[in-house]
Nanobody, 119 residues
Framework: QVHLVELGGGSVQAGGSLRLSCEASRVMYAMGWIRQIPGKALEGIGTAYSSPRRADYVDSGQGRFTISRDNTKKTLYLQIDSLQPEDSALYIC???????????????RGQGTQVTVSS
């Protein structure tokens, strides 16, 4: 079993930034972020791979989202800039041994951290 713990959510004014983190109980080949906006389907943001190191973004994650990871700390990060009220969501860390399939189907998932953006 793999445990994922997200930190860094909170309330922020529109235009602000947040950095979320996700600590895994072990180094995983593929770690990523998805988000749950109330009333909408889970939305993929992007994935970071341990080796070779690279990050891939879903279309919705392009531009304002930056994913990075520190393998020595088994930690994944999500930097979100220019936050907008529509970014308000539960941000969830996911992980997979092989990175196959969509982010929403990765077998390991954290509890999520809430981000609320006010206008």
């Amino acid at each position: 079993q793999v445990h994922l713990v997200e930190l860094g959510g909170g309330s922020v004014q529109a235009g602000g930034s947040l950095r979320l983190s996700c600590e895994a109980s072990r180094v995983m080949y593929a770690m990523g972020w998805i988000r749950q906006i109330p009333g909408k389907a889970l939305e993929g943001i992007g994935t970071a791979y341990s080796s070779p190191r690279r990050a891939d973004y879903v279309d919705s994650g392009q531009g304002r989202f930056t994913i990075s990871r520190d393998n020595t700390k088994k930690t994944l990060y999500l930097q979100i800039d220019s936050l907008q009220p529509e970014d308000s969501a539960l941000y969830i860390c996911v992980a997979s041994y092989d990175g196959t399939g969509q982010l929403q189907t990765f077998p390991f998932r954290g509890q999520g951290t809430q981000v609320t953006v006010s206008s």
